[in-house]
């Protein structure tokens, strides 16, 4: 196909050649100029030829258009090679292989878990966890401490019960929200950790070792409490002793009465009778006047020495009374309240002073 291509480029080239030498004129029959001539005849022949060659030509011509509109075209060896699939889509074949392969992912290395995540939507779950993306492994297991480390390949606050079982796991960036809506950015991590374990068990709903229909309340629900009278103030000088005494068992120095925290410790105890939870009836958390507060709370239990026995054995509970609050003068308030024969106990440790 390409060598008939050839000769007719070649016999066009020819004539032109022998036109140029001639000049197309002095070409009468039986003349001869004094340079190269071309006898009329041979000049017709010639011309007759090369019409021949175009019309082969532009057949070859139309030849290779159509084999152009089917997305070939010839090699070096004058082959059609195809090209669909790669020049249609302005890819190379590589990409064409990256893009119909499946995705590959992490899964030829997957992470150990002990037990599926189960990671609950906002409508779940109460308490100040609520509304939060917590990871629950375990519903019915109460949490007895939490740590700040990495697990299933994630960092966060993990939730263990009382044999080191994981029960549940707070990603680090719910972490951040929780620690800042609920005022404990500031806060000791003993604090930290003691407030998870609390909020954890609620946000589940759990019943505690000691019977707690709230394990973050720390108390015995068993105890109905007394319909008895009860001296508030005799209560609450009880409830501080008992607090200081317990640190000082530890040998850890006395925490110190603060006005503040004292008016604070006993409206959040009126407070918990209409809401028991660490977020406070009109959405806040811990945080009045100019302070936040570390808080632990109870219900049920009959007598101050009940209440603090019952926060001393649990571990979050007793990390928040043995922490560390000198950075703001070791200050602390107690409150109590009764009603409906329940009684109600709270105490708020100075964690953060926004004028200090």
């Known amino acids: 196909m390409y060598s008939l291509k050839n000769r007719a480029f070649a016999g066009m080239l020819a004539l032109l050649m022998l036109l140029s030498m001639t000049g197309c004129a002095g070409t009468t029959s039986g003349e001869e100029s004094s340079g190269s001539t071309v006898t009329q005849e041979e000049y017709d022949a010639l011309k ?33 090679e195809d090209t669909s699939g790669s020049s249609a889509s302005g890819s190379t074949p590589a990409d064409n292989a990256s893009s119909s392969a499946p995705a590959q992912t992490s899964s030829a290395a997957p992470v150990q878990q002990t037990a599926p995540a189960q990671t609950s939507n906002t409508s779940s779950g109460k308490g100040p966890m609520s509304g939060y993306n917590i990871e629950v492994y375990d519903w019915e297991t109460p949490a007895t401490t939490c740590l700040g480390e990495s697990y299933n390949g994630k960092a966060g606050y993990v ?75 005799e209560y609450r000088s009880e409830l501080f002793r008992l607090i200081n005494d317990a640190r000082k068992d530890e040998g850890l ?38 302070y936040n507060f570390a808080e632990i709370i109870a219900k049920g239990s009959k007598t101050p020495n009940d209440a603090v026995k019952l926060w001393l054995d649990s571990s979050g509970h007793r990390a928040a009374i043995m922490a560390d609050y000198s950075a703001y003068g070791n200050y602390m308030g107690v409150g109590v309240y009764r009603d409906g024969g329940i009684s109600y106990w709270v105490v708020e440790f100075i964690g953060w002073d926004a004028n200090a």
């Open 159 to 233: 939730l263990r019960d009382a044999s080191s079982n994981v029960v549940g796991m707070v990603p680090s960036d719910v972490v951040t929200q929780l620690l800042r809506a609920n005022g404990l950015g500031m806060a000791e991590s003993e604090v930290q950790f003691s407030w998870f374990v609390n909020a954890f068990n609620e946000y589940r709903g759990v019943e505690s070792s000691n019977g707690s229909s709230d394990s973050s309340s720390g108390s015995n629900s068993s105890g109905s409490g007394s319909s008895s009278e009860y001296d508030e103030d």
């Open 253 to 290: 120095e006395p925490l110190n009465e603060n006005s503040t925290a004292m008016e604070f410790a006993q409206i959040r105890a009126e407070e918990l009778a209409e809401k028991f939870s660490h977020i406070r009836p009109d959405g806040s958390t811990m945080t009045y006047s100019h």
């Open 48 to 80: 007759e030829q090369n019409e021949q060659l175009q019309a082969e030509l532009d057949e070859l011509k139309g030849e290779t258009d159509g084999e152009a509109e089917d997305g070939t075209e010839p090699d070096a060896s004058g082959e059609g």
